[in-house]
């Protein structure tokens, strides 16, 4: 898969794209794919064009505004709804990510992450945390809420590389990824009618089969839309996370020194360390009338692109925005997991594995290390999120 060079200042992200975060807070730009729209970076007008119902994302399906034509369902999902249609859905998966739920889930990521971590120790050093903690545990975690099979880990893992490419594969050929997780979750959901258990789908086949609260479709693409937001995204925040955290030891010294700031540094990773380093990476709406924002007219149906990893370094919001300060006072005030009524339902069980993993592995390895210069790792490229192909450390 391409690769680029992980820059210092904010991994991952060239200069000319951080220049272009820094411009005019609204602004009408032409996207690499040719797609013209407008571009927000500023976090007042971001959490706008998230909020808002004048920016629709039912709107952006229709005229054909997305990130990965090849990963969109044939029929509207939870993501390309609006409304009460996006309302009901949403209430159907909300409960499973209840602060409560999470908190019980706790003591499961922890052994996960404890196993996970022994079997780091075993190896011995050097070792690569991307390959043995951070892809490895939200997959696991997420299959076990779904309650979809250990074994077929690999399987999925090869599907999510390509549904998730937005270049790095051919669009036939992530299209074919899709279609084989339809097929999965659609097999899945058919085991589990014939073997019933206490997982996150069997819920959703109860909503469907005992209260028509959705449809078989809406069924098998919920399925398949928590299992590839469960991992990926967490996977590629837990190595630009914890790359923040090596690469500045005055932040690791303090954090070592006292734990209780677990819960901020996770914000500070969160609002720092963008999941996305192409220009426009973000959120799509599109507006349903015209629409002022940040000084400017948008026209009605224009394409409108939330730079959500803009907004997180708005100098407006974030005094020193590229400085990474685990004490930094408001920085849960970020919109990575977006804003409004899409935002992720899944933002607390996110927070809560990148607190454990983070804690467990400093207890587990007072003297961890980067193996490797920061100049020297490596970013995917073509692909949705932008993260570290390999994150070598010792200790």
């Not at 005019?24 to 998230?50: C, D, F, H, N, Q």
Request: aromatic share 6%; hydrophobic share 45%; charged share 25%.
């Amino acid at each position: 898969m391409p690769a680029t060079a992980a820059g210092r200042e904010l991994y991952g992200v060239p200069d000319p794209v951080r220049e272009l975060w820094r411009q005019a807070p609204v602004r009408e730009i032409t996207t690499e794919t040719g797609m013209k729209g407008w571009l927000v970076t500023g976090m007042e007008e971001v959490r706008v064009a998230l909020s808002d119902p004048r920016f629709s994302r039912a709107e952006a399906r229709r005229i054909g505004a997305v990130v990965m034509p090849s990963a969109v369902f044939e029929k509207p999902g939870i993501n390309d709804l609006d409304g009460p249609g996006h309302t009901r859905l949403r209430r159907l998966v909300a409960g499973a990510f209840s602060a409560r739920r999470i908190r019980a889930l706790r003591p499961r990521v922890q052994r996960i992450t404890d196993e996970l971590i022994t079997a780091l120790a075993a190896a011995g050093p050097p070792a690569d945390l991307i390959a043995g903690l951070c892809r490895p545990l939200p997959l696991t975690v997420i299959f076990e809420i779904l309650g979809v099979p250990h074994q077929d880990r690999e399987r999925f893992s090869g599907w999510a590389d390509r549904v998730m490419a937005a270049g790095a594969y051919p669009p036939e050929e992530s299209l074919k990824a899709l279609h084989a997780v339809v097929d999965y979750m659609t097999e899945l959901v058919d085991t589990k009618r014939r073997d019933p258990d206490d997982s996150l789908l069997q819920d959703l086949i109860a909503a469907r089969d005992e209260h028509d609260r959705l449809s078989e479709q809406e069924l098998v693409h919920l399925g398949c839309g928590l299992l590839m937001a469960g991992n990926e995204s967490t996977a590629t925040m837990l190595g630009k996370g914890l790359l923040a955290l090596l690469d500045n030891p005055d932040q690791l010294a303090a954090l070592r020194a006292d734990p209780s700031l677990l819960p901020s540094a996770v914000e500070e990773v969160l609002r720092y360390a963008p999941l996305a380093a192409r220009p426009y990476g973000g959120q799509v709406r599109a507006t349903t009338c015209d629409v002022e924002l940040g000084g400017v007219t948008i026209p009605a149906h224009s394409v409108v692109l939330a730079g959500v990893p803009a907004a997180n370094l708005d100098p407006g919001t974030f005094p020193d925005p590229v400085r990474f300060d685990i004490t930094r006072e408001g920085a849960a005030e970020h919109v990575t997991f977006g804003y409004g009524p899409h935002r992720c339902l899944g933002a607390q069980l996110a927070r809560m594995e990148l607190e454990v993993a983070f804690g467990s592995l400093l207890a587990a390895f007072p003297g961890l290390r980067q193996a490797v210069p920061v100049e020297e790792l490596s970013h995917a490229e073509g692909r949705l999120m932008t993260g570290l192909l390999e994150l070598p450390v010792t200790w």
